[in-house]
């Protein structure tokens, strides 16, 4: 479980990035932090694995504040994709990348090295190849394969499909919902409203250093208030019921078409509405 209490920020003393925010993430969840650039979105990511301490308030994990637990500590409960992959990447090969984290946690068995093989097999990374003559695409799957081979409970992902082409990044968020499906808690930064909407259950909507909504992906992706305080557009299906809810025609203002949030939901309620129509 992950908590923040009147949590407050800022990267000096002057300039306050984050004021009082509140929230708890339990375990098991799959969240999603969505605002406009600057929102403060990747501090809260910072608080949330200790790499940064509030100035005011309190982040708990499992219910030590952040500030109590040794790096260790944290990076064993709590793995961190930071935003761009080249602030992770330190060594010459995908397979000693991938062996790092075992290696800082004295855990660098022939598991480990089995472990690490198959999961640059199911990224598609050679194991021999050197990160840095790797494309941007597949250095960010590289990063997030080390954070996601060691397993930790958290996962906490700041951006992980940016700069990725529509094929990684479905197989990205494939290999994330896996994460989630056994048990991981997921807490993702994310621009894409549409990966958003695919995958988050929860989202949580940022603006100006403060939480602006929190709830149900849905409820706060249909929210026109939140869209328009958090400076969002909400994924195309939702923003397509949205615009026929409040359309003039009471035939489709009031039906299902007019609720719909996925893809499968339009379609069904379009048969519906055409077959209704038929009959
Ligand atoms: N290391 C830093 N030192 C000083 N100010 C910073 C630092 N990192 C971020 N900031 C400032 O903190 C504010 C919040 O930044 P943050 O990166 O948390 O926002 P964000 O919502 O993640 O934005 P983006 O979507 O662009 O990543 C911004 O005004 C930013 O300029």
């Known amino acids: 479980m992950i908590e923040f209490s009147h949590v407050s920020a800022s990267y000096d003393t002057e300039t306050p990035i984050l004021d009082d925010v509140?929230?708890?993430?339990?375990?098991?969840?799959?969240?999603?932090?969505?605002?406009?650039?600057?929102?403060?979105?990747?501090?809260t990511m910072r608080?949330?694995?200790?790499?940064?301490?509030?100035?005011?308030?309190?982040?708990?994990?499992d219910g030590v504040p952040t500030t109590e637990l040794r790096t260790s500590e944290l990076a064993r409960r709590v793995g961190f994709l930071f935003q761009n992959p080249d602030r992770q990447i330190c060594c010459n090969t995908v397979r000693d990348e991938l062996l790092f984290g075992f290696a800082a946690?004295?855990?660098?068995?022939?598991?480990?090295?089995?472990q690490?093989?198959?999961?640059?097999?199911?990224?598609?990374?050679?194991?021999?190849?050197?990160?840095?003559?790797?494309?941007?695409g597949a250095r960010q799957l590289l990063a997030l394969a080390s954070v996601i081979v060691l397993a930790p409970p958290v996962l906490l992902l700041d951006e992980p499909t940016t700069g990725l082409d529509f094929r990684e990044c479905a197989k990205v968020m494939d290999v994330i919902a896996d994460m989630h499906a056994r048990g991981a808690t997921v807490i993702m930064v994310c621009h894409d409203m549409e990966v958003v909407g695919d995958y988050a259950q929860r989202v949580i909507a940022m603006a100006r250093?403060?939480?602006?909504?929190?709830?149900?992906?849905?409820?706060?992706?249909?929210?026109?208030?939140?869209?328009?305080?958090?400076?969002?557009?909400?994924?195309?299906?939702?923003?397509?019921?949205?615009?026929?809810s409040q359309c003039d025609a009471p035939a489709l203002a009031?039906?299902?078409?007019?609720?719909?949030?996925?893809?499968?939901?339009?379609?069904?309620?379009?048969?519906?509405?055409?077959?209704?129509?038929?009959s």
């Not at 608080?47 to 994990?61: D, H, Q, S, W």
């Not at 709830?215 to 026929?244: K, Y």
């Open 116 to 136: 690490v093989d198959a999961m640059a097999a199911r990224f598609g990374l050679d194991p021999d190849a050197e990160p840095y003559l790797l494309n941007r």
């Open 209 to 244: 250093g403060g939480v602006v909504d929190d709830g149900p992906a849905f409820r706060v992706l249909r929210n026109r208030e939140t869209l328009q305080r958090a400076h969002l557009v909400p994924p195309q299906i939702v923003d397509v019921s949205l615009r026929l």
């Open 47 to 61: 608080l949330a694995n200790g790499l940064l301490k509030p100035t005011a308030g309190r982040v708990l994990i």
């Open 105 to 114: 946690q004295n855990r660098e068995t022939e598991a480990a090295r089995e």
């Open 254 to 278: 009031d039906t299902p078409v007019a609720r719909a949030n996925t893809l499968d939901d339009m379609t069904a309620a379009v048969i519906a509405l055409a077959t209704a129509k038929e």
């Open 22 to 43: 509140s929230f708890t993430i339990g375990d098991g969840e799959f969240v999603a932090f969505v605002g406009e650039n600057g929102a403060g979105k990747s501090t």
